[in-house]
């Protein structure tokens, strides 16, 4: 008898890769550039940007927006202010989901249930804004880097997804072999899991930068104007050159030249604004995904 080999269908792995490579290519596009686009209206005419004569490249190259930002007096104040409280913040923000998130996830914790659940409901139930205000101002906190890091320092979100990387991601054996070989909770955390940990700091390190890099509401509460971060000072900037009957009277061109100003200023904020964060990212993006893979991972 004659064995007939069955001929398999299918993509080899050459038609397999360029496929991948052509979706990837695809979703990045989509992703890429709307902030692409936002970079070319900055330097763009605004009405030749709503007019949708700015597709690829800048249309009658224009930088009033840019010269607005920057002859600001405040202006770098304002980034100052802001890499302090984004470096201040976010490895406070980090330390505490550590120090909180290992001991969860161990679970010889007494009480480590109850802990749990209580964590978890203060993310459907919170005081609201003025009883925060009211605690904020009662200790002594206003006009304070504090003000900003200790009401919202640590996030139960990223607790649970240390929490869960803590417990699927460190091996098990190598953390009570520690312990039988005399090593304290502490020596463990530093020697042992710490070191196994750089993907889902990683993950937290940005989530912390982006969050306190961004965060202007906050500030607007509690800090004085010396005290602004770069998001508020470029509200700030926005909203002077917002168009006014008072305004408008002082400029040449009247009304439409202030109106062009403002479109200006508010492509530019943003690219002011974003431009830190997306020279860092390229940097933890390698660890990015992989430490919030493991980290969502249910235990």
């Known amino acids: 008898m004659k064995c007939t080999k069955k001929m398999t269908t299918g993509l080899t792995d050459r038609t397999s890769d360029i496929i991948l490579i052509v979706i990837t290519a695809?979703?990045?596009?989509?992703?890429?550039?709307p902030v692409y686009y936002i970079l070319t209206a900055s330097f763009s005419d605004p009405y030749d940007v709503y007019a949708g004569k700015t597709f690829f490249w800048p249309s009658k190259i224009n930088i009033d927006?840019?010269?607005?930002?920057?002859?600001?007096?405040?202006?770098?104040t304002g980034y100052l202010n802001s890499i302090k409280y984004t470096f201040f913040g976010t490895l406070y923000s980090v330390l505490m989901l550590l120090l909180v998130a290992f001991p969860l996830s161990r679970h010889e914790l007494p009480g480590r249930k109850f802990i749990s659940i209580f964590f978890v409901i203060t993310m459907y139930f919170g005081g609201g804004l003025i009883p925060t205000y009211l605690v904020v101002k009662e200790t002594g906190l206003m006009n304070s880097v504090w003000a900003l890091l200790l009401p919202g320092g640590v996030s139960v979100g990223n607790v649970i997804i240390v929490r869960n990387f803590f417990e699927n991601s460190i091996p098990k054996d190598m953390v009570e072999a520690a312990q039988i070989d005399g090593a304290s909770y502490l020596r463990t955390f530093f020697s042992i899991v710490l070191p196994l940990s750089k993907s889902i700091l990683a993950v937290m390190i940005v989530f912390g930068m982006v969050a306190y890099w961004n965060d202007w509401f906050t500030a607007l509460i509690y800090l004085d104007s010396d005290m602004a971060p770069l998001p508020l000072v470029l509200r700030n900037i926005l909203i002077r050159s917002s168009a006014s009957a008072s305004q408008a009277s002082t400029v040449s061109g009247g009304y439409a030249e202030l109106n062009k100003l403002t479109e200006s200023i508010k492509f530019s904020s943003i690219i002011v604004a974003a431009l830190p964060m997306l020279v860092i990212y390229p940097f933890v993006q390698?660890?990015?995904?992989?430490?919030?893979?493991?980290?969502?991972i249910k235990g």
Do not use: C, M, N, P
């Open 286 to 296: 390698k660890h990015f995904e992989k430490g919030f893979l493991a980290g969502a």
């Open 65 to 76: 927006g840019y010269k607005a930002v920057f002859s600001d007096s405040k202006i770098f």
């Open 26 to 33: 695809v979703f990045t596009l989509i992703v890429a550039y």
